[in-house]
């Protein structure tokens, strides 16, 4: 399993919108729609925020929404607010009940 | 509710092998639920899919270091085992299991087990 490729670091102002992007290959991410993205603040595990590319869990606002073109999954997030400054991390399905995470993106609310 | 617990030791040393577990309650690991993994994350930096197990006992590893992980568990403790041979300095991590919907997103993960590997 490859790692998946995200920006280092995103920014962006309180209420503007951001975008997160998460390349993958054919073999993972333009193979599967289950990519899924995880909110991560210092010193806390991981918070699922998209699944299956685009749908929400309950109780996560719909300021994030999630999306997938090709090999490529994309995280938005709209209305940006000072908590959700953290670490965003996809992850795809890669096959043979494998998974593979991306290197995380840092993201700062100006 | 659905909760997951690792423990294991804090610190091994170079070549050792490390045996973490997972926990779980809120469900059963012999039927419900798409099985456990490990996943772990060296100090600042990304998360890394280790292994997987499922209620059926089928196993999936990393490719990169599946000669040295080995998963299983014991239902009747509500436990997954992860063992992980000859550890090196590089696999200081915090080691996290996790629990995936049907949908194989991880909704739930434990608090995560910060293991240190030093002479």
């Known amino acids: 399993q490859s790692a998946l490729t995200q920006p280092a670091s995103v920014s962006g102002s309180p209420g503007q919108s951001i975008t997160i992007s998460c390349t993958g290959t054919?073999?993972?991410?333009?193979?599967?729609?289950?990519v899924s993205w995880y909110q991560q603040h210092p010193g806390k595990a991981p918070k699922l925020m998209i699944y299956?590319?685009?749908k929400r869990p309950s109780g996560v606002s719909n300021r994030f929404s999630g999306s997938k073109s090709g090999n490529t999954a994309s995280l938005t997030i709209s209305g940006l607010q000072a908590e959700d400054e953290a670490d965003y991390y996809c992850?795809?399905?890669?096959?043979?009940?494998?998974f593979g995470f991306g290197g995380g993106t840092k993201l700062t609310v100006l | 509710q659905v909760t997951l617990k690792e423990s294991g030791p804090v610190l091994v040393k170079p070549t050792e092998t490390l045996t973490l577990t997972c926990t779980v309650s809120?469900?059963?690991?012999?039927?419900?639920?798409?099985?456990v993994s490990w996943i772990r994350q060296p100090p600042g930096k990304a998360l890394e899919w280790l292994a997987h197990?499922?209620?059926?006992?089928?196993?999936s590893y990393s490719t990169s270091l599946k000669s040295r992980l080995t998963i299983s568990k014991d239902t009747s403790k509500s436990q997954v085992v992860l063992t992980m041979t000859n550890m090196d300095p590089v696999d200081t991590a915090t080691y996290y299991c996790?629990?995936?919907?049907?949908?194989?997103?991880?909704?739930?993960w434990g608090q995560g087990t910060l293991v240190t590997v030093s002479s």
């Open positions: 054919s073999s993972d991410v333009g193979s599967y729609n289950l």
């Open positions: 197990i499922f209620s059926n006992d089928e196993k």
């Open positions: 809120g469900f059963s690991l012999s039927n419900a639920r798409m099985g």
């Open positions: 299956e590319g685009s």
């Open positions: 996790a629990t995936p919907s049907s949908s194989w997103g991880f909704d739930y």
């Open positions: 992850c795809s399905y890669a096959g043979s009940s494998t």
